[in-house]
């Protein structure tokens, strides 16, 4: 286990010195301090969100809506100075963004990410970029994981298998009685068929590269990749999220001691 931990947090070092175009961002709340690097290839988001941080336009907002082993989301502007108990994180129309969704960069803890409104009104999955969460997510078995996988993918190959081993099904039921060399040349020709078009099938679905290996030991929240845009990852200061998570909650998830964002600044 600490060998893997050790190569994640190897591979996170590696991630970090490859971003160049982009400032780490400091975000101080009342429950400590986190660093967070924003991607390179994820540039409509971040080249809003360091002009929003730059305006302060986040300092003095709450974390609104905390749901531990899933996200913590804040810099809604209703909640400066929000009294307590108040219903409080609408969003804005007018900062909407069209999604950059990346496969390499998934709902591990501590993404950094942007809302937004469901399919429904939504249905080009721009993201409401006047707010931001970060995950704390849950950690998964590897069987979990797996099983996602063969959810999606045994469908696909059954249905290869139909097409082309049903219709010589019953020969290969007489050839294995009256001539069992036919009968492996037919199986093994057809089993080859199947192989081959299942690897150019489309639809299929693997986990990325890292993806397991970080929802099994940090932890995270999966069912949310592909749907919002993660544009960066927090880096240090992972326990403060664990703090803010751990916070009681109102009914609308809204913590009932205050997790403040005191100001977001870049270093």
């Known amino acids: 286990m600490k060998k893997t931990i050790l190569a994640i947090l190897l591979c996170c070092a590696a991630l970090l010195q490859a971003q160049t175009k982009y400032p780490t961002i400091v975000i101080e709340t009342n429950y400590g301090t986190m660093k967070a690097m924003l991607y390179d290839d994820t540039p409509r988001h971040n080249d809003h969100y360091i002009r929003l941080i730059r305006q302060g336009y986040f300092d003095g907002t709450l974390f609104h809506r905390v749901v531990k082993n899933f996200v913590i989301q804040g810099g809604a502007q209703d909640s400066r100075n929000a ?109 080859n068929l199947v192989d081959s078009l299942y690897l150019e099938a489309p639809g299929k679905f693997f986990w990325p590269d890292g993806l397991k290996e970080a929802y099994t030991t940090i932890g995270g929240a999966h069912h949310l990749d592909g749907e919002y845009t993660v544009f960066g990852e927090v880096t240090h200061g992972l326990e403060v999220i664990d703090k803010i998570a751990a916070l009681e909650v109102d009914g609308n998830s809204r913590p009932s001691q205050d997790a403040k964002i005191i100001r977001i600044y870049t270093e």
């Not at 007018?94 to 998934?106: I, T, Y």
């Not at 995950?135 to 994981?145: A, D, E, N, Q, S």
């Not at 082309?164 to 099904?169: E, T």
């Open 83 to 191: 009294p307590a108990g108040a219903q409080i994180g609408g969003g804005r129309t007018d900062m909407e963004l069209m999604p950059e969704f990346r496969e390499h960069h998934f709902h591990k803890k501590g993404a950094l990410a942007a809302p937004r409104k469901g399919d429904n009104e939504n249905p080009q999955k721009k993201s409401d970029a006047s707010q931001l969460y970060i995950v704390h997510g849950k950690i998964y078995t590897p069987g979990r994981l797996d099983s996602t996988e063969m959810s999606v993918n045994i469908p696909i190959k059954n249905e290869i298998i139909r097409t082309h081993y049903l219709p010589v099904k019953e020969e290969l039921a007489r050839l294995k009685e009256s001539d069992p060399w036919k009968f492996n040349a037919l199986l093994d020709s057809v089993l």
